[in-house]
């Protein structure tokens, strides 16, 4: 793979045995030992992503998220860490950084994301839980529980 096709920040802290496909955007972020990163990824500063993880194709990784490890992450999921988004403050100026509050998301050990899903701010997705393709995850999900739907819910534990 050439690395003209990849835009990884000199602030990335990538572990050993990391595999990297074309097309990311990497910043400011840490990649755990053996995880495997699909092409048209962009995982942004601060996040921490653990050891063997699988993070698919086209998935958005927001400032605020830490995925533990053997996580696996579908094609095409985002992750959204702002409550109240807004392009302009009160006084029209344009937000920075000051401007908007991070809201942290955690994705506990061995879960799995399926595709197109999207996990909103200030959730927890418990150790071994599935979210099901396309869930738009509002509230914490209990560890080795399945969820599925707009908002996601509880359907069964997993086995």
């Known amino acids: 793979m050439s690395e003209s096709l990849k835009k990884i920040a000199q602030d990335v802290k990538i572990g050993k045995d990391v595999r990297i496909f074309d097309f990311v955007n990497l910043y400011g972020c840490e990649i755990g030992d053996e995880t495997k990163i699909g092409t048209f990824v962009e995982i942004q500063k601060g996040v921490k992503i653990g050891r063997r993880c699988k993070i698919q194709s086209h998935t958005f990784i927001c400032e605020g998220v830490t995925i533990e490890d053997e996580v696996f992450v579908g094609h095409g999921v985002m992750f959204i860490n702002d409550s109240d988004p807004r392009s302009v403050n009160a006084d029209g100026s ?24 999207t996990i909103l701010c200030g959730v927890t997705i418990g150790e ?26 509880v359907i069964k534990q997993r086995v």
Request: charged share 15%.
């Open 94 to 117: 344009i937000q920075g950084e000051a401007d908007w509050t991070c809201v942290p998301i955690l994705v506990k050990n061995k879960a799995s994301i399926g595709s197109n899903a």
């Open 128 to 153: 071994g839980a599935l979210v099901g393709a396309g869930a738009v995850v509002t509230r914490d999900i209990p560890d080795n529980m399945v969820v599925a739907g707009n908002p996601a819910r």
